[in-house]
């Protein structure tokens, strides 16, 4: 089953092209990435998915139902979660306040809420010792992980994540990765946007690749990694 699918989507911000009649599919249970040089378009689709931007034509579709015209809040509601490039944590609340954020629009009595917070602890247990701490006292990778448990909070369908390895060292980012893989194991459809290509396309299913706006190449994640077209559609790039 389609958990997304995009059809001749475009944004535009004023009169500048954000992505331009992009056409693509995410099945229920994969994690796919989109890949793509600076300023190509990854982040802008996210958020025209999640419902952040608006967009110019074409269609959103969520499990089938046309999503182009609901709210950002009904999407979160309807289990799309978008985790932004930065974390976008409260560093002012403490990891458990962050975490409890993640379901405020989950209908969920206290005791549900109480269970949901000590599944995802289980989920991501290197939160377990800092649950009462500052999230700003967090290193960057912890804040990363949180940013992620935050999103996992109300149950998503499909978790949609934004250069998840973005000032990470490589320790940080396995650990990143690995709970990435845990997140899918769950059933939870993963749609990445990743800055280290060959770190995405080892976890992805199948990746698209965007340039200048538009759907450059596309396919399963081993015939991309040997594709000499990959390089020059990235440009030798590595952030969005």
């Given at each position: 089953m389609r958990a997304i699918e995009l059809v001749n989507l475009s944004v535009y911000y004023g009169p500048v092209r954000g992505v331009e009649d992009v056409s693509l599919y995410v099945d229920d249970g994969e994690i796919v990435a989109l890949l793509g040089a600076n300023g190509a378009g990854k982040s802008t689709l996210l958020k025209a998915i999640s419902g952040i931007v608006g967009t110019k034509r074409g269609s959103i579709k969520y499990f089938g139902e046309n999503f182009a015209k609901t709210s950002a809040h009904q999407r979160v509601i309807r289990g799309l979660v978008h985790v932004p490039e930065g974390r976008r944590i409260f560093t002012a609340l403490t990891v458990r306040e962050n975490l409890e954020l993640g379901?405020?629009?989950?209908?969920?009595?206290?005791?549900?809420?109480?269970?949901?917070?000590?599944?995802?602890?289980?989920?991501?247990?290197?939160?377990?010792?800092?649950?009462?701490?500052?999230?700003?006292?967090?290193?960057?990778?912890?804040?990363?992980?949180?940013?992620?448990?935050?999103?996992?909070?109300?149950?998503?369908?499909?978790?949609?994540?934004?250069?998840?390895?973005?000032?990470?060292?490589?320790?940080?980012?396995?650990?990143?990765?690995?709970?990435?893989?845990?997140?899918?194991?769950?059933?939870?459809?993963?749609?990445?946007?990743?800055?280290?290509?060959?770190?995405?396309?080892?976890?992805?299913?199948?990746?698209?690749?965007?340039?200048?706006?538009?759907?450059?190449?596309?396919?399963?994640?081993?015939?991309?990694?040997?594709?000499?077209?990959?390089?020059?559609?990235?440009?030798?790039?590595?952030?969005?």
């Amino acid at each position: 089953m389609r958990a997304i699918e995009l059809v001749n989507l475009s944004v535009y911000y004023g009169p500048v092209r954000g992505v331009e009649d992009v056409s693509l599919y995410v099945d229920d249970g994969e994690i796919v990435a989109l890949l793509g040089a600076n300023g190509a378009g990854k982040s802008t689709l996210l958020k025209a998915i999640s419902g952040i931007v608006g967009t110019k034509r074409g269609s959103i579709k969520y499990f089938g139902e046309n999503f182009a015209k609901t709210s950002a809040h009904q999407r979160v509601i309807r289990g799309l979660v978008h985790v932004p490039e930065g974390r976008r944590i409260f560093t002012a609340l403490t990891v458990r306040e962050n975490l409890e954020l993640g379901i405020y629009s989950a209908k969920l009595k206290h005791g549900q809420r109480t269970e949901r917070f000590d599944e995802v602890l289980e989920m991501f247990p290197i939160l377990k010792e800092h649950a009462t701490r500052l999230a700003g006292m967090l290193s960057g990778g912890e804040q990363q992980v949180l940013a992620i448990a935050r999103g996992m909070m109300s149950k998503p369908r499909v978790l949609m994540i934004d250069e998840p390895s973005l000032g990470l060292d490589p320790q940080k980012v396995d650990i990143v990765y690995d709970l990435l893989e845990a997140v899918a194991a769950t059933g939870t459809t993963v749609l990445l946007v990743e800055q280290n290509v060959n770190l995405a396309l080892e976890i992805a299913t199948r990746a698209y690749v965007l340039q200048q706006g538009s759907v450059a190449l596309s396919g399963d994640s081993s015939t991309l990694a040997s594709d000499p077209r990959l390089s020059a559609a990235y440009l030798g790039a590595e952030s969005d």
